[in-house]
């Protein structure tokens, strides 16, 4: 059995453990940067800019899930869901199927009309697991990002 | 010559024009249904979802950009560029530069450590000039969206 809870201030240790797992996992950990201090404050703090909710498997901490509010000009209001993570010693137990199902229901519950995330293109379990849900894959779109140097130099650019 | 500056609610039947726009140039349009209600609420009303840009050119308006903060648990707080659009006669002039340069000086005034968005693989134009910045094409991730029944459906699995 196990239980899924709205993450606290408490579990921001906690957290960014499992956000390293799971970066860990991704073969990305060396990016994983993130401060305690950073979690706090962006989720916990005065200006939020994530939400979070904890799984608990036989009152250990077993997964998370981190989501944020984010838009679609052609639907509206919607939900990204940024980190969905079971630690492996709680898989195929459906806690991610629960994580998951608990996101879907805030959304509803706040008008939003989807749920948007990222897979990688390896990550097989979780593939067939987001098939099986009839979510759709969209991969006409190329996921993009600009940081460090190459960001810095294109705020300078003028008009 | 162009400018760009935040877009106001008066902006708001112009912005839902060039979204239904672009709509149009992605081949999309019939999923397209945002109105201009949901924009004003959504883009001016008390609980903001995005913010957007306009750009004018010869006192015309040329193009627009939308976006709204997202969080990266490697990084912290980032930006989601959900939209940038220049219209085809006012192309090749630098404006879809100049939008994102514009998002890139607010992303670093608000301590942003990225961009983020998504393009469509067969915008060969796009691709170039996200290229030519030195952006990232992260290529193993595959967008994944959810929505409409299956939302539902997820909705209603329990523990």
């Known amino acids: ?78 939900i990204f869901l940024e980190d969905l993570y079971v630690r492996p010693q709680f898989r195929s137990r459906g806690i991610g199927m629960g994580l998951l199902a608990e996101v879907a229901r805030i959304a509803l519950r706040e008008n939003r009309r989807a749920l948007r995330w990222e897979v990688l293109d390896w990550n097989k379990n979780a593939i067939e697991l987001y098939e099986a849900l009839g979510a759709v894959f969209c991969d006409q779109w190329r996921p993009v990002l600009l940081y460090g140097e190459p960001l810095r130099q294109l705020a300078q650019k003028t008009l």
Chains 1, 2 share one sequence.
């Open 1 to 78: 059995m196990f239980l899924i809870r709205p993450a606290t201030i408490d579990d921001v240790p906690l957290l960014r453990c499992m956000i390293r797992e799971l970066a860990e996992f991704e073969g990305e950990l060396e990016s994983c940067v993130i401060e305690e201090a950073d979690l706090r404050r962006d989720g916990f703090g005065e200006n939020l800019q994530f939400r979070a909710l904890v799984a608990e498997c036989d009152q250990q901490p077993a997964g998370y899930a981190l989501y944020f509010d984010c838009y679609s000009t052609w639907v509206g209001a919607e």
